[in-house]
């Protein structure tokens, strides 16, 4: 099997995780707040992430390797469009505890906030509002990245990348358009969890110049489950055992899809497997049909192919401007 293939084997198995870990979010929603769900996830994906990391770290042994300045697949995660992937994506190994104290701790504090918000809101929008819509909104994450970029990164983006992030962000305007009956408030905290998940992810390109990965997973486990808690605290009610079975398989699914993402990225090229992740519009929209009898709204369908098309064409010109910057004779991409 080619590396691309596998890859993309790789992210089908992330779109499947996620949607299942949204099925549990919604269901759970009817019963218990989303802020005790995301606690909860937090705390059990951290205890999961926990072995993860020891169990690299002694395949690895002394190699020495850091991973650490390397989280290119900042704007490949961002595609898959969930405030998951904000908390945890990254490439797991690391050769010694000691690497994991880390002196730019408050650079980790901001990111871990910024994760903090966008997972609870995120987990609010999934309960209100469609599977297929929420999916949607998420996607415009890409488009937040590409802006932020500039200021925070001092990234260089063209007029063609500019022109596809507005048309995207017209995608998002054609899904929130308010119309009798069919604008929801859940729906601009989605677009606010996207914008919070783009915040976190260039938090972490800044983090990535010096951190290792493995650094940043744990660090990211730790504030978001402590971050969370007192949010929790405050609609705490005990779960049932059915509901406690829900929220683990909520966190599995969740820590399960991370990753598939890590490992779709390291297999295949971004450019190739990137893609696949739109595959989640196609399985939420199913999930929300067939076990919430949600039928996908024609302009929620009509603004994915926007956002979607958009994102696709930012993800190509970056693709596009690597291999152009890796050959030196090539000269600056025009973008």
Not at 26 to 34: C, F, P, R, V
Not at 75 to 99: C, F, I, M, V, Y
Not at 303 to 328: D, N
């Amino acid at each position: 099997m080619s590396p691309n293939l596998r890859g993309a084997l790789w992210i089908v198995g992330s779109c499947l995780a996620g949607t299942i870990m949204s099925i549990g979010i919604k269901d759970l929603a009817d019963d218990i707040n989303t802020l005790q769900i995301t606690f909860l996830r937090c705390l059990v994906g951290l205890l999961l992430t926990i072995p993860l990391v020891m169990l690299r770290r002694a395949r690895e042994g002394g190699n020495g390797s850091n991973g650490g300045a390397g989280q290119g697949n900042t704007k490949e995660n961002a595609q898959q469009g969930n405030p998951e992937g904000t908390a945890q994506a990254a490439t797991l190994g690391d050769s010694g505890w000691r690497r994991h104290i880390s002196a730019r701790w408050r650079l980790h504090v901001v990111r871990g906030v910024f994760a903090v918000a966008a997972i609870n809101c995120g987990y609010y929008a999934i309960s209100q509002i469609p599977l297929a819509t929420v999916t949607v909104l998420f996607f415009t994450a890409p488009l937040f990245i590409t802006i932020l970029a500039v200021p925070v990164l001092g990234e260089k983006v063209g007029w063609r990348r500019w022109s596809a992030t507005c048309v995207g962000f017209i995608g998002a305007i054609v899904v929130l358009w308010p119309t009798p009956g069919t604008f929801e408030g859940a729906m601009i905290i989605a677009v606010g969890s996207s914008f919070l998940f783009a915040c976190a992810l260039v938090t972490g390109k800044m983090l990535s110049t010096t951190e290792a990965p493995s650094t940043m997973l744990l660090y990211s486990g730790v504030i978001t489950s402590i971050g969370c808690l007192p949010l929790a605290v405050a609609v705490w009610v005990p779960p049932t055992p059915a509901e406690l079975f829900y929220l683990t398989v909520v966190s599995v699914f969740a820590t399960a899809r991370m990753y598939c993402d890590i490992r779709g990225y390291a297999a295949g090229e971004a450019s190739f497997v990137a893609p696949f992740s739109y595959l989640r519009l196609i399985f939420m929209a199913a999930a929300g049909y067939f076990l919430f009898s949600e039928v996908p709204e024609l302009r929620a369908m009509g603004g994915a192919v926007i956002i979607i098309g958009s994102s696709l064409y930012i993800a190509h010109r970056e693709a596009t401007r690597h291999r152009q910057l890796s050959k030196p004779a090539a000269g600056p991409s025009p973008d």
